[in-house]
């Protein structure tokens, strides 16, 4: 039954990156690994294992981090859906409990990485080469599009290994670059910057311990896609760049608030007087629109950005809505797991195995870090519950394998 239940687990953790990217609803195999997992955790509810101290503080940022969005929804008696989002990070816990005790393959995580690259690459695409309609619409909003791209193919792009024959690697390669194109064909800037950041410090971790030929085979590689993107007319990547460096310009010269860059610093610029006030605890959820007219009828802040209900930055909002208090549980929540990898590619020397759910982590954790500086991730369900999810996999199928090596 144990035996079972490991195979039908990992066969759900294969297909999951690719129904959550390609259908609207596809996060729900998440709750069929939640039921799978509390299963497991019954049958193997005799089956002792010390949680080790990088295991409670991982827990113990995403208990905080859910409890502090639940305390401070109850002081400014806020409702159920501003919490709803934040429960994720509670109800994926026993999924972490059961992959550390059980005997799920990492391949299923590493298999289903590229797997949903190639599904989600062919997805976006054929439709621009071909100029063809979607297979699947997952999302209308570049930004997430981008994001996930860009973790997907990076992710893919750190499992190329040394130890691996060619063919593999020409696969992993190929699908990596899939990802990656649907990334720059979706034009998030965001996503764009969190992916080049994270690539220079995954490139200076040498997770999988590249030589130092394929280092530099690899960055060449990096930099030669980036200037096609660029260049190439077809993928519009300098005009969006230009058209952001526009903004800068129009922001700073014509003191305008106009455009997705002016209107985000605006917005950053009246969060910081709010904050001030407010340092603490915040002003709760949604109540920043009500905030923010204020300051612009004392002609502090530009009427440019009076239609928006909360700042573009999780760092910013959360800091707006929770406070100190917020922030410090938001950082505690991203840099536990990201620490952990840390020490493991740099002191340690595990088991190339039991690093492949560690690149796959580290990817989603670093793009998460990036991206939040200048969107929103945790105020929307989808992205919430795949960052949640696959951290807790990761590190979950992580744990399992460091007691098999």
Request: charged share 15%.
């Amino acid at each position: 039954m144990v035996q079972i239940l490991d195979k039908l687990t990992a066969l759900l953790i294969f297909l999951g990156f690719s129904f959550f990217l390609l259908f609207p609803k596809g996060g729900s195999i998440i709750l069929a690994i939640l039921v799978l997992s509390l299963i497991g955790l019954f049958l193997k509810r005799n089956t002792k294992k010390n949680l080790e101290k990088w295991e409670k503080i991982l827990i113990i940022g995403f208990v905080s981090y859910f409890l502090i969005v639940f305390i401070n929804n109850l002081f400014f008696h806020g409702g159920i859906r501003e919490i709803d989002s934040a429960s994720r990070f509670i109800l994926v816990i026993p999924i972490y409990f059961y992959l550390r005790k059980s005997n799920v393959s990492h391949k299923s995580l590493e298999y289903g990485v590229l797997f949903a690259c190639a599904l989600f690459g062919i997805n976006s695409v054929l439709p621009f080469f071909f100029d063809s309609n979607q297979l699947f619409q997952f999302s209308k909003h570049p930004g997430i599009v981008s994001l996930y791209g860009g973790i997907l193919g990076l992710s893919a792009l750190f499992l190329l290994s040394n130890k691996r024959i060619l063919s593999y690697n020409l696969i992993v390669l190929f699908c990596s670059i899939l990802a990656i194109t649907t990334s720059v064909l979706a034009l998030g800037r965001g996503a764009w910057i969190a992916f080049f950041c994270s690539f220079s410090i995954m490139f200076y971790l040498n997770p999988l311990k590249w030589s130092k030929r394929v280092r530099i085979l690899i960055l060449n590689l990096v930099i030669i896609l980036s200037l096609a993107a660029y260049y190439l007319p077809g993928f519009n990547v300098k005009a969006k760049i230009d058209k952001a460096l526009n903004g800068f310009v129009v922001y700073f010269k014509d003191h305008k608030a106009t455009g997705s860059v002016g209107a985000r610093l605006e917005m950053w610029r009246s969060s910081f007087f709010i904050i001030k006030d407010n340092p603490i605890f915040g002003i709760g959820e949604g109540n920043f629109k009500e905030k923010n007219m204020e300051l612009i009828n004392k002609g502090l802040i530009k009427a440019d950005i009076a239609k928006f209900n909360h700042p573009h930055g999780e760092f910013v909002t959360t800091t707006l809505e929770q406070g100190l208090t917020g922030l410090g549980a938001l950082l505690f929540l991203l840099f536990s797991p990201l620490i952990k990898c840390y020490r493991e590619f740099k002191y340690e020397n595990t088991n190339t195995n039991s690093n492949i759910p560690l690149v796959i982590t580290l990817s989603l954790v670093l793009h998460y870090i990036f991206y939040s500086m200048s969107n929103g991730v945790f105020d929307h369900q989808n992205t919430t519950l795949f960052y949640v999810s696959y951290v807790m996999i990761g590190m979950g199928l992580f744990s399992s394998l460091k007691d098999k090596v």
